[in-house]
């Protein structure tokens, strides 16, 4: 059995070690697992050129919302698919903050807006919405007309 030990300074003078208990060793390996999953699904957005506004937010999302890790990538290249290379796709979290709730936002935003926008919107909504069934969580791919950033 490997001995693991959490090192404490205290008064920046004395060192401090205590042994990690074997149940915390779990939650630890269970966490680093969880994040490398989710930085390899952070990755792989890279390939369709997502921006993430704050990652470390769209982490701790992810983390709590765990079984939306594997669907990024793949909303990511439908929407891709749709609107072309040119717009800009930003990922975030939203705050709506008169419902208390918060979901995934990938944005899609471009110098000058199409009428058909919102049609692809929809078509890309059609084609990831049956993998949200029995989700928690949320991810949403809309537009705020804004300008890329």
């Known amino acids: ?42 990755s792989h957005l890279a390939k369709f050129e997502v921006l993430i506004s704050n990652q470390d937010e769209v982490t701790d999302y992810l983390i ?10 793949f909303v990511a290249g ?9 717009p800009q796709l930003c990922l975030e979290v939203y705050h709506e903050y008169d419902f208390d709730s918060q979901y995934l936002v990938l944005w899609i935003r471009q110098e000058k807006y199409n009428y058909d926008i919102m049609d692809k919107i929809n078509s890309i909504w059609k084609e990831y919405q049956d993998k ?11 537009t705020d007309f804004d300008t890329p950033k």
Do not use: H
């Not at 709590?64 to 990538?73: A, G, H």
């Not at 439908?78 to 040119?86: H, S």
């Open 132 to 142: 949200l069934v029995g989700k928690s969580g949320s991810i949403l791919v809309t």
């Open 64 to 73: 709590e919302y765990q079984n939306l890790i594997e669907l990024l990538p």
């Open 1 to 42: 059995m490997i001995a693991m030990t959490q090192t404490i300074i205290q008064d920046q003078r004395e060192i401090t070690t205590y042994p990690i208990p074997s149940t915390d060793l779990a939650i630890v390996f269970k966490e680093l697992l969880i994040r490398s999953e989710i930085y390899d699904s952070l």
């Open 78 to 86: 439908i929407a891709r698919k749709y609107v072309g290379n040119e």
